[in-house]
Structure formats: C-alpha cells, structure tokens
C-alpha cells in the first residue's frame, strides 16, 4: 500500500474519531449542566437552610462537616449529603436511640397504644425520608460531575486526535509518491520466494 494512500486513511479515520469525541465531549457537558441545574432547582425549592454556628451545630459529629456551609441555603448534591450524613443521621440517631424506621415500626405494631413509640416511627419516617431524598440528590449531583470530567476527557481526545490528524496529512506531502508501507516485509516475503 502506497504510504500516502495510509497516512490519508489514518489522518481521516483520526478525524471522525476526533468527531465522534466532540460529539460525546457534548452530550455529556449537557448532561452534567442539566443534572446541575435539576439538582439546585429541586434543592432550592426545598427551602433548607444550614443552621449558624453556634449551639445547633456543636456536636463534634455535626459541627466539622456542616460549619463551612452556616446559614447557606442548601442547592449542591455535596451539601445535601453534608445535611443528610451529618445533621439529619445525627438528630434521628439521638431521637430514636439509633434504631431505624422500621425496627421501630415492628415495634410500634406489637405495641400499637405506645404513642411514645409512635411518636418515634413518625419521626424515624420522616428524617429516613428525607435524608434518602438528600442523598439522592447528592448521587445525581455526582454523576453530574463525573460527566463533566468525562466531557473534559472526551475533548482532550479530540484534540490530540484532531492534532495527529492533521500532522498526518501533512505527513502525505512530504513523502514521496512511491513509497510503500511495510516494505522491509515485502522484501523479505520476496527474498524467501525466489
């Protein structure tokens, strides 16, 4: 095969290579805008808002995660799991002795005039609810960010292969016209043959 009929197939195949890597380097850039947007849209909506340093926040199991975030409105996947993992859990932990929704439901049920009890199933409810909503948030603020990075990869790959691509083609200008490809293979091929 002549070298610049190669270099030519090569520096093309490289290009809608390169094309193809835009194309996903885009889709996945929109993907992380619209999670993003989706997140703090859902998020803001909810109205949730660290509370200040202070009294509130002086747990040493709360106040080190949540502190840099005093008095912000909660709009980020990693301040939901912030608010999940160390306000919520902490609060629920310390109101239903550490026992979960539904150990206390089975409870509750075998106890049902317990409005103590059930009391605590309500509670355990409603934060178990609410932190698994956070945290869900905060899993889809993550994809969100890995897309990006995934969109920053793709288009460092069409870059490279964009540059390559062109280096390639000007590669077929500077070879001579009958050059051939792997010719050290045909020569040998030609030698044992004769």
Known sequence: MR??????????????LAGILLLGGGLLTSAHNFVNDEVKTQLSQQQIFFPEKGPATADPKIG????????QQLTTGEQAKAFADHYIAVHLEKSTGGKTYSQLSTESRANPTDTALAEQVQTAFRGETLRGLLLNAYAFGKMGTLALYGAWVAFAGAAVLGVLSILGFAHTRRVAPDAEVLVGRQRTREAVTV
């Open 3 to 16: 070298r610049t009929a190669f270099d030519k197939i090569v520096s093309t195949v490289g290009l809608m």
């Open 64 to 71: 080190p995660y949540i502190d840099k975030y005093a008095g």
